[in-house]
T-cell receptor, first 116, second 114 residues
């Protein structure tokens, strides 16, 4: 079964550094998402992306965050200047259709980001 | 704004018994989708079951079934014949048709007692 792939599985970075989290969504999916989960707590929506544009973003997704689909397969989340509170598990997800359809999100295994 | 509430932070069930996890949500929309996701200790998010709001029939997937009460905005998950592998965090999720995002509840941690 096709799956969403995220790399790296664990990233350690120093406060103030830039970090890029990478994702390869399922190949025929058109809608892409980033979520984060702090210490096994609530899964929080960050951003959705379709047709090379951001569809929705949450209040968490401020100017320090950006997303990009640099080629036909990768989908990246960049944090420009990491803060301690950015430490979390970051999940990439994709779906075949957008919100108008009963299309579940398929999640990657996550990247654990640790900011020291 | 849509919200999803799971009032049971922790639940436990004896192996082979049945357990029901509760979920309520708040929305002004009439058409939407609801999901249950499972997150085992590996942290992977796994889809368990989904329900369309316009369908009155409750969804069923093997040992997993839902009780969808649209008027009450309630969407509970029933796990029958619980197995040790069912131990996980369970998240209820709401997908709006108006905006492209899925909103998750705070989760219920389920333990299965041998």
């Amino acid at each position: 079964e096709p799956e969403v792939t995220q790399t790296p599985s664990h990233q350690v970075t120093q406060m103030g550094q830039e970090v890029i989290l990478r994702c390869v969504p399922i190949s025929n999916h058109l809608y892409f998402y980033w979520y984060r989960q702090i210490l096994g707590q609530k899964v929080e929506f960050l951003v959705s992306f379709y047709n090379n544009e951001i569809s929705e973003k949450s209040e968490i997704f401020d100017d320090q965050f950006s997303v990009e689909r640099p080629d036909g397969s990768n989908f990246t989340l960049k944090i420009r200047s990491t803060k301690l509170e950015d430490s979390a598990m970051y999940f990439c997800a994709s779906s075949e259709e957008g919100g108008a359809y009963n299309s579940p999100l398929h999640f990657g295994n996550g990247t654990r980001l640790t900011v020291t | 704004a849509q919200t999803v509430t799971q009032s049971q932070p922790e639940m436990s069930v004896q192996e082979a018994e049945t357990v029901t996890l509760s979920c309520t949500y708040d929305t002004s929309e009439s058409d939407y989708y609801l999901f249950w996701y499972k997150q085992p200790p590996s942290r992977q998010m796994i889809l368990v079951i989904r329900q369309e709001a316009y369908k009155q029939q409750n969804a069923t997937e093997n040992r997993f079934s839902v009780n969808f009460q649209k008027a009450a905005k309630s969407f509970s998950l029933k796990i029958s014949d619980s197995q040790l592998g069912d131990a996980a965090m369970y998240f209820c999720a709401y997908r709006t048709t108006s905006y492209d995002k899925v909103i998750f509840g705070p989760g219920t941690s389920l333990s299965v007692i041998p």
